[in-house]
Every structure is written in C-alpha cells, then in structure tokens.
C-alpha cells in the first residue's frame, strides 16, 4: 500500500491547474447508459472512483474507450443492468447507475451501499423517488431490484432531505420517463447543473437545474453528446487552502471560481489574501491567520467536501474557530490524527473546537476517507519534520496525481510503497 511521506514547512508558490470535476464525471458517465448513442467526455480527471465507475459501466455492457483529451462511451445495448456489492462497497455513486438502468433498461439490480466511513448514507430517497416514478421495487439479499417493463413515468416528487447523488439519479430517470417529473427540493449543487447539462445536449428536456426545483419532461429517446466536464471546486479549494496553510503564494489555475464562494469569504474573513483573475484565484498569507467560524451546509453553503481541509487551516489560526459538520453525522475522524500531529481540536457532537495556533509536529498518520486524507497532507505540509501518511488510496479515489501537482508547487511530497 502506498504512503505519502512529506517534509513541511515550505511555502507554496507559482501555481497548480484544478482538474476536472469527479463527482460531476461521476453521474455524467453514467447518463452515458441512458441512450444507445455514443458520448464523448472531456476533461475526466483519471482518479480511481472514475476507473471503478468505468469498470461499471463495462460490466453493464458499455465499451469504454479512454484517451488522453476525452473518454468515449458507447452502450448500443445493456448486457447485465447489474451494479455488484463488490464495486458499490469500494464506491457508493455506483448507484448513480440506478435511475439510468431502471429508464432505459427497465430492470435495475444495485448493491445497498452498507455503512461509511463518514456516515450512515442511505439511498433510500433514490428508491422512494423511482418509486414514485411507478418502479417496482424489492428490496432482498443487501440489493435493491427496480423493475418497470413498461417504462417510468412522471411524477412530483418532494426530497425530505437535500441529496446531490438522489437528485441526479432521478433526474436521469426521468429524462426517460413518459410526461413532466417536478423534484422539489432538490440539490443545487454545480455538478447537478453539470448533469443537465450534459443530458440536455443529449436531447432531455430539463428546466431549473441549479435550483431547487427541478423540471423534467420525459422525451422517447437520448443521443449521442459531447460534453466538457466542470472544473473541480473541492480539488482547487484544497490546493486554495494548501498555499494558506503554508504562508505561501499559490495561483490556482482552470478553477471555478463561480462555485468557490463560500470558501473565498471564509479565507478572506481569516486573513488570507485571495484574488481572482479569469479563471485562476490566487492566494497570499502575509499576515496572521485568524480563526473563523464555519457550518457545512448544501450549496451555496460551505461544502462538507471542505471542511476537513479548512479545520486543518484552523490549526494554524489565531483564537478558536468552532467548525460545525450538519450533512454527515461521522465526518471528523481527521480530528485524532490532526492531534497526534499537536492539534488542539475537541469533539463536542456535531461540533469541533479548534483553539490555534499549535505548532504541528510531523508524524504517522492514517487516511480514513478521502477528504480527511486531504487535510493530513495539508497538515503535514505545515508541520515541522517528517509526515508519513498510511492508506493514500483514499486520496487516489478523487485527487489527480496531488502529489505530482503539490510538488510542482514547492511541496517536498514522495510517494512510497
Ligand atoms: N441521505 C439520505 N438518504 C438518501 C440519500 C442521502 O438520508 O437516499 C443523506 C445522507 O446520509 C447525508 C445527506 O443525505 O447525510 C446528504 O447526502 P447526499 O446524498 O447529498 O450525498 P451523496 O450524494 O452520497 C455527494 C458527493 C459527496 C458529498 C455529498 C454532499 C458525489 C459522488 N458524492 O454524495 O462527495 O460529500 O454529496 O455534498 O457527488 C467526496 O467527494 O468526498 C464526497 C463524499
């Protein structure tokens, strides 16, 4: 298993280009399974959750050809509308494959994802929507069967609780669907607008994408489209947070400055010196770092996929920042290993005390999810001495080479085995 091993303590400078988007690549390579046409994508970030997705895909009878400027997809028939425990349990947006098969194929078979490092995360609003939808559902032996031989149709369904991947699985449902889906309360998050993007190339008729409510009405068919994927806004706010965390002086370039809002105002309020150009934004710390408070919330709100990162700024700030986590009910478990590196963080339910600034010492650690493996590298980049990092392949599911990136940066950062 490979390690990071990282010597902190350099600044940050010149610039590091965002990739594009994995989880708006996610659900776009699976609307790829909702026409018989081919459809080509650009800007695919090669991370493992996109090479699992694509194994998927492969497995329910698409030909997957892989190129270095775009991945083309091509599903003339659905072979086995099957999503197996054995990638659902490594990837949890396999059940983006849900709405696509059940629409198109009009039988779905999919793993129930089981527990998470960061939650409980049920897909229950997936299965209630494809319900709506006039799906038949059972539910037996860890899978969830979807059958609607005669095909789905419109529905006004209403989400109980925001979901990004529920919004986008059923959205993709209902492009298939005969007469107008409404989904009310739906995410609005950039990669949902993404989606229907891309599905509206396709020939879906789709309105208020973005908002939180969504129209949908049912055509007969998809076509083929070709589609540039949005840039990663969790992968630039991390290298964002990287330049602030080490005083340095970072640009980072093809960002989507437009869905880093909440972000920039947070580091602003701190002190850190941020500024946009086009599509790059520049970071600058010439002063102290102060503490400022944030709550994860759906967006336009602080994104959850950030808030590891931004504790482990809060590390280094002056006073105490109270970070408070409210879409995932498990997402602090980079808290322990931020303290065995000196962190003063305490836990208090939803909620984390941070009081800074704290000298970080350099030490080994364990990555337990993705963006928890993110705010270990941030962290071990601020540390004095030596980071070991065990169990990267959580970073891998969704960073792009961060090591090779961060390195061109100034970053003393080496992959071991
Ligand atoms: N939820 C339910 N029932 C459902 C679906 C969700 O109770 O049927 C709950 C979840 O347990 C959670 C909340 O609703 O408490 C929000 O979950 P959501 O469904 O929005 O999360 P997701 O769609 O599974 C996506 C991203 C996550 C990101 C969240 C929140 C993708 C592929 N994944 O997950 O990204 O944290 O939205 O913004 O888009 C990551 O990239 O590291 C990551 C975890």
Redesign the pocket.
């Known amino acids: 298993m490979d390690k990071f091993v990282i010597k902190g303590g350099r600044p940050l400078t010149g610039s590091i280009p965002a990739s594009g988007s994995?989880?708006s690549a996610?659900?776009a390579l699976a609307a790829a399974l909702l026409t018989a046409e081919p459809v080509i994508l650009r800007r695919i970030p090669a991370v493992r959750?996109i090479r699992t997705m694509q194994r998927l895909l492969i497995d329910i009878g698409s030909t997957v050809e892989v190129t270095p400027d775009y991945v083309r997809l091509d599903t003339r028939e659905i072979t086995s509308p099957e999503a197996p425990y054995e990638l659902v349990k490594t990837m949890?947006?396999s059940s983006?494959v849900l709405g696509p098969l059940a629409a198109r194929a009009g039988r779905a078979r999919v793993s129930l994802p089981g527990g998470c490092a960061?939650?409980?995360?049920?897909?229950?609003?997936?299965?209630?929507g494809l319900e709506a939808l006039g799906a038949r559902i059972n539910q037996s032996h860890g899978y969830v069967e979807a059958e609607a031989p005669g095909g789905l149709r419109g529905a006004r369904i209403h989400f109980?609780?925001?979901?990004?991947?529920?919004?986008?699985d059923l959205m993709m449902a209902a492009t298939l669907a005969s007469g107008e889906t409404v989904l009310e309360n739906a995410?609005q998050?950039p990669?949902v607008k993404d989606l229907a993007d891309l599905l509206t190339k396709m020939g879906a008729k789709i309105e208020g994408a973005g908002t939180s409510t969504i129209r949908i009405e049912g055509v007969k068919k998809l076509g083929g489209a070709d589609h540039t994927i949005i840039g990663d806004r969790?992968e630039a706010g991390t290298f964002l947070v990287a330049g602030a965390i080490t005083n340095g002086d970072l640009t980072v370039t093809d960002c989507p400055v437009e869905h880093l809002g909440a972000l920039i105002v947070k580091l602003r309020q701190a002190g850190v010196e941020v500024t946009e150009d086009g599509s790059s934004l520049r970071v600058r710390v010439s002063g102290p770092v102060r503490s400022v408070d944030i709550t994860t919330e759906?967006?336009p709100g602080f994104?959850?996929?950030l808030q590891a990162q931004y504790m482990a700024l809060m590390t280094q700030a002056e006073g105490i920042a109270i970070v408070t986590e409210t879409?995932?009910?498990n997402r602090f478990m980079h808290a322990q290993e931020l303290a065995r590196m000196g962190a003063n963080i305490r836990l208090d339910g939803r909620r984390a005390i941070v009081a800074g600034p704290r000298e970080l010492t350099g030490a080994g650690v364990i990555a337990s999810?993705?963006?928890a493996s993110a705010s270990l590298v941030l962290a071990g980049l601020a540390a004095h001495g030596e980071t070991v990092i065990d169990r990267v392949y959580h970073i891998d599911?969704?960073y792009e080479r961060i090591e090779e990136k961060l390195a061109r940066a100034g970053a003393e950062i080496e992959r071991v085995d």
């Open positions: 994995k989880n996610l659900p959750d949890r947006a983006l960061i939650g409980a995360r049920p897909i229950d609003l997936h299965i209630a109980d609780k925001i979901t990004v991947t529920g919004t986008e995410a998050e990669e969790i759906e967006y994104a959850t996929d879409i995932f009910e999810d993705l963006r599911r969704g």
